[in-house]
Every structure is written in C-alpha cells, then in structure tokens.
C-alpha cells in the first residue's frame, strides 16, 4: 500500500503454453470512484511497451494496450509462445479502492476475479500495509485456505479454486499509519467495531449454515422422509380431491349381481372401452371382432383338425381348428371393416385355417399394422362419439402439474444462479430441494393423467348404468361353469358368450361352461365353438387357446421393427466486494 492508501498490485502468472499464443488480457474490475493507473507488464525484467492495440489477437510483440470497459479496465500484452512456459508480471495502481474511516482504514482487494474460467490448485497473496494489520480475512468463507496477519504484512492461501470463484483479502489497518488520504475514500464515523461485527455475523452465518447442512446428512432416514412429502404430498392432495369431486364414480342404484345376456346391443369391441373408462383398444377386442364377423356370416367357419409339431418336433399333436373363408357381403362400422381388411388380406381370396392367421400377419407386417392402428382409432372414435365419459379432471390437474413445475424450476433458477458449489447455502440447498420437490409433483400429477384416467375421468349417467349391467353379464361370464341356473336356449346366446367372453378376456371360461352344459347339437351347429363336447379341454379348446390367439395377434400387428465436496478449513470470515482481482485468459 502506498502512504496516501493507493494500492500497489503486482500480479506473476506462470503459464504453461501447450501450442501457439500471441496474446494474453486480464480484467480488472473496478467499483464506483475506483480508478487504475500506472499499468505496467513485465517478462524476465523486461517491461513491455505501452500501446494502443487492445484487441484479442495477434498484436505487435513486446507491447501492452489499456482499455476502459464500462466498470472494467482490460490490459492486453502481446507475445510469441510455443510450447513453453512463459511468466508474466503485471503491475498497477488502484485509487479509491480503499475506506478511510476516522480509526482505521478498509482494505478489501479482490485478488482473484470470478471471470476466470478455469480452476486453480493455489494461490497466495500478499499485502504490505504503513502500519500495523490490525485484523485480515479470506474472503468468501466457504474458500479452502487461512490469512495470516503478521506485523504491516498479511499473506493469503488458498487451494482448490473452482472456476468462477472469487477470492477477497480484507484487511483494517490504522488511519494514523498513512500521511495522506488522497488515495482513498472517506467516511466519517469510527469503522473498527462495525466492521468486525459484519466479517464476525458473516462467519456465524456460514457456520450455521455449515451445521443444517450436516444435520441434513447425519439423519438421512429423516431427511429423505422430508423430501419424499414436499415430493407426494402436495400432489395426492390435489389428485385425491380431483378423484373425488370429479373421478369418483356415483352409484345409480342397480344391485343386480348377474345379468344372464348381454344388457345392451354394443358391440363386442366397444364394451371394454366403456368398462376401464376409456384406453386403447387391444389384440382382445380385435379377436372378439372377428369372431363376431363369423358369428354374422361375414366369414364362414368350419371345424376341422391341424397337426401341431411339440417337444422341438419330436413329437406331433392333432388339435381342433377353424377353416377360414369369405362369406357374405354386409355394410360394416369402421373398425368392422379394418378387421375385415386384415382378414381379407390373410385370405387373398381363398380360405385359411385359424391356427395359421399369426404367421400369415407377420410375413405382411408393414401392411397389417396401420389397419390394427385404424381398428383402434376407430374403436376410440365410436367411444367418443356415445358421450360415455367426462374428462373435467384432466383439467385441475394439467393446471397443478404446470404450477408446481414452473414454481419447482423457479426456486430451482434461485437456487443454482448463486450456488456455491463447495460449501453451498442452506437456504439453497432447501430451495434446491422445495424445487425438486415440486417438479417431482408436476410429474405426478402428468403421470397420473397419462396412467390412471380413473383418478380423473369418469362415467356419464347414462354411461355408468350401462357398465353397472355390462359389469354384472362380465361377472356373470366368469362364474358361469359353476352356476346351477339354466344354460342359454338358443345357439345365438351361446355364440354371444363366447365373443364377449373373448372382447372380457375370460373365453375360456365360457368355453369350460359350454362343455358342461352346452347340448351337443348346438355345439354342432356353431360356427366359432370348436371345442370337442367329448373330451376335456386339453384335448379341446385348450390346444388353440383363444387367449394366445389374441396375444398371438397382439404380437402379430405390432409396428415393424426399426434399425437401428471437498470438507477441511476455511477462511475465518465472508461476504463483500471489492476492486482488483478479475479475470483474464490467452490467445
């Protein structure tokens, strides 16, 4: 320091060059009323020259340019450097930099900026004050390193900077000890006192911080309790009273347990739709479909028996089947007819056993998929079409989703701009975790529109006495082999079970009763039964399950498929700002 408060800074970077540079710079920040003279730039005992050229790039060897940039002075120096290790030393002088109060002067030199953007392993620095250091900190405290005062002289260490980081040397030194004050900037009043209570509420407050912090980590059972409610709590709330004010399904009264036929004339794809409140029609409702074609003669059926190769061929096994072919010509629904175009192109205009659909499908995979796409996005119309639904829910919860994620990335922003990244805030951190928390929400709250629809979508009036009767044929279908009452009349009914049985995917359960109590001249009539009324159900039925025709066909239609921390010690006090330091880089 000069006798007049200016203060002198010499600045040495040794640099390891690995390739050519031509330049180097260094940004010196400068508060209001702060001003730099005197630069100076030295290699080997040589000064360089001063000149205009401010540029970053190739300049003229030997010389240094000074440019003002708003509340930033820029020096650059020019050079040659290959692959070797040069050291420059930059000198100058800020004014007004430092505080004169009426019994000490402040000195709070930043000597090292923020603007460097890479890391350093260390740094020192060291300050020669008129008079006597009265106290000296490192500054901000969550930097590794220790100030040690001694006499005019106070030296500052410190290691493992991150990029970005600021370093700050402040020091109070007595007003008598300078002859001039022509250097500083002057406030009345006595600085001593005040000055060591903010360094000291500064440390006390990076301690308590320090202390939350590890209480976090010392009780994680705790603290992971803690995030898993600001993570979940929030959103069942909101999704609990979505459910019940607007999911929930209301009662009509209807106390039937079983209806012995269907209860209404909607059609066998359609009725699953209705009974899970909406979703994607699947390789069930499409089997049912098709049986239901057989059923009214668009295609004929007749039984007859396949070999089966078992055990890796080594072994065969004669099973019943089905002989596939066109029958008559009826208007169809939309997704009647994409069902038809799947089986027409199985087909191609002769005939084609049941057992054999799945393979025939896959080696026409490109073509049979996009009419399964139609099946469903007409199946999804049909169902939009018969009002049997309300979606209000969905809108709370996009309304709760979007506010908790634009809340959680708010807190998260405020959090992260000024994290320190080394000894961080408690307040960030709890902010870091309220935001992560309330995202976690937003998710939620997605999740469940995408997944669980009953949460937020339920039955019209009309729509939920329809499926309270299509629940009670379903149970129906499902008890049916162990129900004494009497079995269908007619052929008709019969046929019905099973292509609803197969759209509820309970087919074989309404094949196990027709084999108990279906009369053997109907099974012989039918068209879509092929299950033997003398044998079991392994020698029947069982061979061609109806439920590994559907995933057959599932699998069948599918899309093709497509290429393809560091702890240890701390500076003693905090906070601040303060000229010198800055950033600066090569070229």
């Known amino acids: 320091m000069q006798p007049d408060g200016s203060?002198?800074?010499?600045?040495?970077?040794?640099?390891?060059?690995?390739g050519d540079f031509h330049f180097g710079y260094r940004d010196i920040p400068l508060r209001a009323g702060e001003s730099l003279v005197n630069p100076l730039v030295v290699e080997r005992g040589v000064a360089y020259r001063r000149g205009n050229d401010t540029e970053l790039a190739p300049g003229t060897r030997g010389t240094f340019g000074v440019e003002r940039r708003g509340n930033t002075v820029r020096i650059v120096w020019y050079f040659d450097a290959e692959n070797q290790t040069r050291a420059f030393t930059i000198s100058y002088i800020l004014r007004?930099?430092?505080?004169?109060?009426?019994?000490?002067?402040?000195?709070?030199l930043k000597v090292w900026g923020d603007q460097w953007a890479e890391p350093l392993d260390?740094?020192?620095?060291?300050?020669?004050?008129p008079g006597k250091?009265?106290?000296?900190?490192?500054?901000?405290?969550?930097?590794?390193g220790d100030v040690e005062p001694i006499g005019t002289r106070a030296t500052l260490r410190a290691v493992a900077l991150p990029a970005h980081q600021f370093v700050e040397l402040?020091?109070?030194?007595?007003?008598?000890?300078?002859?001039?004050?022509?250097?500083?900037?002057?406030?009345?009043?006595?600085?001593?006192?005040?000055?060591?209570?903010?360094e000291r509420a500064d440390a006390e407050r990076y301690q308590r911080d320090h202390d939350r912090i590890q209480a976090l980590k010392e009780h994680p059972i705790r603290t992971g309790l803690v995030l898993l409610g600001l993570a979940t709590i929030p959103a069942l709330l909101v999704i609990l009273l979505v459910f019940w004010f607007m999911g929930r399904e209301r009662g009509t009264g209807y106390d039937r347990e079983y209806e012995q036929e269907p209860p209404t004339d909607t059609e066998p794809a359609?009725?699953?739709?209705?009974?899970?409140?909406?979703?994607?029609?699947?390789?069930?409702?499409?089997?049912?479909?098709?049986?239901?074609?057989?059923?009214?003669?668009?295609?004929?059926?007749?039984?007859?028996?396949t070999e089966r190769s078992i055990w890796g061929g080594l072994r065969h096994q004669t099973i019943s089947d089905l002989e596939i072919s066109a029958g008559d010509d009826r208007e169809l629904r939309a997704w009647e007819r994409d069902v038809a175009n799947v089986v027409d192109g199985v087909l191609d205009g002769g005939s084609e056993r049941l057992s054999n659909f799945r393979e025939n499908i896959e080696d026409e995979r490109a073509s049979m998929h996009p009419r399964f796409s139609s099946f469903k996005e007409h199946v999804a119309d049909e169902a939009g079409r018969l009002r049997w639904f309300r979606s209000n829910g969905a809108i709370p919860l996009v309304v709760a989703g979007v506010l908790?994620?634009?809340?959680?990335?708010?807190?998260?922003?405020?959090?992260?701009r000024h994290w320190r990244p080394v000894y961080p805030r408690y307040s960030d951190v709890v902010l870091v975790g309220i935001g992560a928390g309330l995202i976690a929400n937003a998710a939620l709250c997605f999740g469940t529109l995408l997944f669980n629809r009953r949460a937020w979508k339920r039955r019209t009036r009309a729509g939920q006495e329809e499926a309270e009767r299509w629940e009670a044929f379903r149970r129906y279908l499902s008890d049916f082999p162990r129900l004494q009452e009497a079995p269908p009349a007619t052929l008709a009914l019969w046929e019905r079970y099973l292509v609803y049985g197969i759209a509820f995917g309970i087919a074989e359960r309404v094949l196990q009763g027709a084999q108990?109590?279906?009369?053997?001249?109907?099974?012989?009539?039918?068209?879509?039964?092929?299950?033997?009324?003398?044998?079991?159900?392994?020698?029947?039925?069982?061979?061609?399950?109806?439920g590994d025709l559907a995933s057959g066909f599932g699998s069948a239609l599918a899309p093709p498929n497509s290429g393809g921390g560091g702890g240890g010690g701390g500076f003693s006090g905090g906070g601040g700002g303060g000229g010198g330091g800055g950033g600066g880089g090569f070229g």
């Open 404 to 416: 908790f994620a634009l809340a959680g990335a708010l807190l998260v922003y405020l959090a992260v």
């Open 96 to 108: 007004g930099l430092a505080v004169a109060y009426d019994d000490v002067v402040d000195v709070n």
């Open 516 to 546: 108990l109590h279906m009369p053997e001249a109907l099974h012989e009539a039918s068209t879509i039964y092929w299950i033997s009324p003398h044998g079991d159900l392994g020698s029947g039925a069982s061979s061609l399950s109806i």
């Open 270 to 305: 359609l009725v699953p739709t209705l009974l899970r409140q909406g979703g994607e029609a699947g390789s069930y409702e499409f089997t049912a479909t098709l049986f239901d074609l057989i059923r009214q003669g668009v295609y004929t059926a007749v039984p007859t028996t």
């Open 7 to 18: 203060i002198g800074v010499s600045e040495r970077l040794e640099v390891a060059f690995s």
């Open 170 to 198: 402040r020091t109070l030194i007595p007003r008598a000890a300078f002859s001039a004050t022509t250097g500083m900037r002057l406030v009345r009043g006595k600085g001593f006192a005040r000055i060591v209570q903010e």
């Open 122 to 129: 260390r740094l020192v620095a060291v300050e020669t004050a």
């Open 133 to 144: 250091i009265l106290r000296a900190w490192g500054k901000p405290v969550w930097v590794r």
